[in-house]
């Protein structure tokens, strides 16, 4: 059975950081594309970074320079580190492994920034 579990979100004010994991399990990893998606109310969900199985990493524009995605293959986990976050930031953020035609996703874990 897959599982990706993701964890490290809150309540952090403007201008802080937040650095959230997602565990994975059940699938070898490190065949996996990983990504980071988020989902404001009212909003669909969007692509925020990407890290492929050589490392590659690609990042949406709002979020350069501001994000960093990394992983970690020995202990099957992907990190978004945020920092500089704004209101705007604030969202359900959810890990998505992907290889070719299989996706599985986990279920989300809030960030709410404050003004």
């Known amino acids: 059975q897959v599982q990706l579990v993701e964890s490290g979100g809150g309540l952090v004010q403007a201008g802080g950081s937040l650095r959230l994991s997602c565990a994975a399990s059940g699938i070898t990893f490190s065949n996996y594309a990983m990504n980071w998606y988020r989902q404001a109310p009212g909003r669909q969900r969007e692509l925020v970074a990407g890290?492929?199985?050589?490392?590659?990493?690609n990042y949406v524009d709002f979020v350069k320079g501001r994000f960093t995605i990394s992983r970690d293959n020995a202990k099957n986990t992907v990190y978004l580190e945020m920092n500089s976050l704004k209101p705007e930031d604030t969202a359900v953020y959810y890990c998505?492994?992907?290889?070719?035609?299989?996706?599985?996703w986990g279920q989300g874990t809030q960030v709410t920034v404050s003004s």
């Open positions: 998505n492994a992907r290889l070719r035609a299989r996706a599985y």
């Open positions: 890290i492929g199985n050589a490392g590659s990493t």
